[in-house]
Every structure is written in C-alpha cells, then in structure tokens.
C-alpha cells in the first residue's frame, strides 16, 4: 500500500510540474503575442509551430508540433519556416541562391515557392513532434486545466487524509502494545511478590 502511495505521489508530483510549466508557458506566449505584439513566440533562439497543411505531409502532417532553431548557415534539403505574403510557411530548401536567398517547396507541393529572402527565415526545424499539437490544444483549454488541477487537488487530499489515518493507527497500535506490555510486567511483578511472600 505504502509503494503504490508513494508511486501515486511522484505521479502526481510530476503531473503537477507539467501543468505548471504548460501555464507558465502559455502565460508567457501570451505575454509575447499580445503585449509585446511579437508575430511568433521565442524562446532563446527556439520556436514551436503548430503545422496547419499538408504542404509538408510526406515529411510533417497536420497538427504535428515543429521546433525551429535559428540559423545562420542553410543548406540545400533543409526544412525552414520563413515569412511569405504574410503567412508563415514551413518548406524544404531546395536551391541555394547565390545572393544569399533561397527557393523553396513543400514536399507535396507540385510547384516551387517564390524567392525567399534570407531576412524574412525564421529558423531551421530541428525537431519534429507527431501530433503534438492536439495535445496543445488539449491543454490550452482553460476547461482542461481547471479540471486537471481540481482532481490533482482531490488526489492530494485524499493522499493525505489516508497518511493521517495510517499515522494514527500506528499510534493507537503502539498505544495497545504499550499497554500490553505494562500488563505483562505488571503480572511478572505481582507473580513475582506472591513467590516472595509464600517463601
């Protein structure tokens, strides 16, 4: 019982932290969209993207989560994420142009992109999360939240509620031993003044 307590601990424990830190970081998402009216998030020189077509999809399908490193040096096959006509696209290098800049395509794509400006690429993806994205959405659902912290809450008092219970039942148990024990040197004690007496 107490092995399964303690497991159930850690796996609350952790569970914890990992909401804290998908808080924290939407809290901070937000903060870099809305206040400082930044167009993506950034994270020291890292950004997640949630992909939302299948320009890519031999290679990253709809809702997987890619991360972008920026980079300085891009090379042919490279997939990069870059501004273009306003949107933010995630293509394949697919020649490197002598002035700098790059053509790109999606690999589904039958076309190529237009000349993409070395200034306007964000970073290189270096990390590719299947379907991470419906997990985002999950939690960045206040309703999901709410929920998860109210039971983890429940959990911990539960948990707590039982230790206590434990506790004084150990006391009670050492209370009767204890008692026990009294009563067994009591009777030795008074067997032993009877002895004393007949003799």
């Known amino acids: 019982m107490k092995l399964i307590e303690k497991l159930v601990n850690i796996i609350l424990n952790f569970t914890f932290i990992i909401v804290i830190l998908l808080i924290m970081l939407i809290i901070y998402s937000y ?25 890519m999809k031999e290679t990253i399908q709809i809702d ?54 070395k200034q306007n690429v964000i970073g290189k993806v270096i990390k590719i999360i299947p379907k991470g994205g419906v997990w985002i959405k999950v ?4 309703k999901v939240i709410t929920c998860i912290c109210i039971t983890l809450i429940f959990i911990g008092i539960t948990i707590k509620n039982n ?13 009767h031993f204890s008692g026990f024990l009294k ?3 009591g009777n030795l004690i008074n067997d032993k003044k009877k002895k004393e007496k007949k003799e």
């Open 64 to 117: 997987d989560i890619i991360i972008i490193k920026e980079e300085d040096s891009l090379n042919n096959g490279d997939i990069i994420t870059f501004f273009q006509d306003d949107q933010i696209i995630t293509h394949r290098i697919i020649e490197v142009l002598d002035d700098g800049n790059f053509i790109t395509k999606g690999d589904a794509n039958n076309s190529k992109d237009s000349k993409v400006y």
């Open 183 to 185: 009563n067994v040197r």
């Open 139 to 142: 939690f960045s659902d206040s």
């Open 31 to 55: 903060i870099q969209l809305n206040i400082l009216k930044q167009e993506y998030n950034t994270f020291f020189g890292f950004s997640i993207f949630n992909i939302s077509s299948g320009s």
């Open 163 to 175: 230790e206590e219970e434990d506790t004084k039942k150990r006391k009670r148990n050492r209370n």
